[in-house]
Each structure stands twice: as C-alpha cells, then as structure tokens.
C-alpha cells in the first residue's frame, strides 16, 4: 500500500520562504511521477509541480517557476518543495501525490492522473 506523508507547512510572511517534505511508503515502482498539488477554498486543487527522477526531469507550474523547486531524495524516499518569494496567492493547502508508470508524464501536472494522495499541509502566506 502506497502512503505518502506530508510536513513542514506553516504560516510565513511575504517575501519568506518554506520547505516541505513528503515521505513515501509502499512500491510505486521505479518510473514513479513525484508532484505537489495545492488547494484554496473555492479553487480547484492544481499542480504546482513534478519530479520524474527516473529522467531527471522536473515540471512546473507557470505561477511558481523560479520560485519553487521540487527535489527528490530515493535514499530517504522523500520528496522536497523549497518555496521562495511567498505571496500571499501561494495560500492553500497542499498536496504530495504520486503516480507509477511512463503514461503519467502525458501531463504531469493534471490531478487526475494521480491516484496516491497525502493528507496535506497547510501553507499561509500573510502581506
């Protein structure tokens, strides 16, 4: 069973930054698509950005590229978001989620691909 653990989330003023952390549990499999999703009230849960360590690769969000960075240790089975430059429009709850297998990087950032969800943290980022 595939378990995915969130920390690090808290509040933080304009301008500063934060690191979250997602363990992961269970065999996803070697071509595993790591992501961090985020959701505001009112607002669709959306992908902010992706690691497919298999390739190195890495994908992200419009909103946050040069901000964010998504980081993937195998060793420690952890996977990172070091957020920068917070504004208060990063606010929201987010999500680590996992996807197995080569046909998860059709669009690495859409939820709907995901079927591995952690519980999420809280992110609140005041002006």
């Known amino acids: 069973q595939v378990r995915l653990v969130e920390s690090g989330g808290g509040s933080v003023q304009a301008g500063g930054s934060l690191r979250l952390s997602c363990t992961t549990s269970?065999?996803?499999?070697?071509?595993?698509?790591l992501a961090w999703f985020r959701q505001s009230p009112g607002k669709e849960r959306e992908g902010v950005a992706a690691i497919f360590p298999y390739a190195a690769s890495t994908y992200y969000a419009a909103s946050v590229k040069g901000r964010f960075t998504i980081s993937e240790d195998s060793a420690q089975n952890t996977v990172s978001l070091q957020m920068t430059s917070l504004n208060p429009e990063d606010t929201a709850m987010y999500y680590c989620?996992?996807?197995?297998?080569?046909?998860?990087?059709?669009?690495?950032?859409?939820?709907?691909?995901?079927?591995?969800w952690g519980q999420g943290t809280q992110v609140t980022v005041s002006s």
């Open positions: 269970g065999n996803t499999g070697s071509s595993r698509l």
């Open positions: 989620a996992a996807c197995s297998g080569m046909g998860c990087l059709k669009s690495p950032l859409s939820r709907l691909q995901y079927p591995y």
